[in-house]
């Protein structure tokens, strides 16, 4: 089954490589961006809700909070761009290690109206602080350059997208194999019988719950840089729930499950552009076709069906 998930892995490789050569124009190219972008926000979020079985409703937040430190220290402050990001990523992983413990005291429908509200708060604090943030509006981004060399183009970008994704599915991968990785699968099975075999569950719970709020930080700087200009509705709940429902489709507690997801549901509203009008309408019915028919998500659905786990 390890070979077998590292083959996968070549094959993400091989797409990634030869994709930007075959797209017939940049309006692809940039949603080939944008899919990768998803994809390393949906593997730190299925870390959490697939693999540790617990629930986050307020993560495009984290998102925000990568997005608006590339933005507002650059701007504000004269900061290097790395640095901005560098800041943005452990300003959120503190702040994740701070309201983890209490949060992760409950559990079920509390736990999620818990990071419902954290998400909603930090989307709010964006939008409130118009002096540094721009308010609704939003903000432009500087661009983004290291050792005298900028990112300006959508092929520079493609590449950095890509070699990130490679990385994190690599990384995800190995977490996964890991006495970590284990410690999540058991927790996420029976937090009593995981503590009875002596895990430590809270602090697991904490270091994923930091490391996935870590990826999106990340990637919300790279958005922003990549975009050139930030808005609130970004770190919104819609986009929240545009990340978790990722995670479901494509499959909970799977990788490869994690980039299918983020693909489909990139793709899918540009797809539906054509039903003016109804394009909410009909996503809705494609997700509730899904649910009802695939509810363990595409990967691990498809998987069963042909005798291959993952």
């Known amino acids: 089954m390890r070979n077998r998930a590292y083959n996968g892995l070549y094959v993400v490789i091989a797409i990634l490589v030869v994709l930007p050569f075959v797209l017939p124009n940049s309006f692809y190219l940039d949603l080939a961006i944008r899919m990768a972008i998803n994809a390393v926000i949906v593997l730190g979020l299925n870390l959490l809700i697939g693999f540790a079985g617990q629930i986050s409703l307020g993560h495009a937040g984290f998102l925000g909070i990568g997005a608006y430190a590339s933005a507002v220290l650059p701007t504000h402050f004269g900061w ?10 452990v300003a959120t992983g503190v702040l994740a290690a701070l309201v983890a413990r209490p949060i992760f005291k409950l559990k079920g429908n509390y736990l999620a109206m818990a990071t419902l509200g954290l ?11 118009a002096q540094w943030t721009g308010g609704p509006d939003g903000m432009p981004v500087p661009a983004f350059g290291v050792f005298g060399f900028e990112l300006s183009s959508d092929k520079h970008w493609y590449w950095v997208v890509a070699i990130l994704l490679s990385v994190s599915v690599w990384a995800s991968l190995n977490l996964i194999d890991s006495p970590f990785g284990r410690a999540l699968r058991a927790l996420h099975g029976s937090e009593v019988a995981s503590r009875v075999v002596g895990v430590d569950v809270v602090r697991y719970k904490v270091s994923i719950f930091v490391l996935s709020a ?7 700087s790279i958005t922003a840089h990549y975009v050139g200009f930030v808005t609130p509705n970004l770190a919104d709940f819609f986009h929240s729930i545009e990340l978790v429902t990722m995670v479901v489709i494509g499959g909970m507690a799977s990788v490869y499950g994690s980039l299918v997801g983020a693909v489909l549901l ?10 003016e009008g109804w394009e909410t309408v009909v996503f809705g019915a494609i997700l509730m076709i899904c649910m009802i028919f695939l509810p363990k998500g595409l990967v691990p659905t498809l998987a069963a069906k042909f005798g291959k786990g993952e």
């Not at 870590?214 to 919300?220: D, E, N, T, W, Y």
């Not at 990139?266 to 039903?275: D, G």
Request: net charge neutral.
């Open 214 to 220: 870590v990826f999106a930080s990340l990637m919300g």
């Open 266 to 275: 990139t793709a899918l509203p540009q797809a539906l552009a054509t039903f």
């Open 119 to 129: 998400g909603i708060i930090l989307s709010i604090a964006l939008r409130n602080e």
């Open 80 to 89: 290097h761009p790395v640095l901005a990001m560098v800041a943005g990523a």
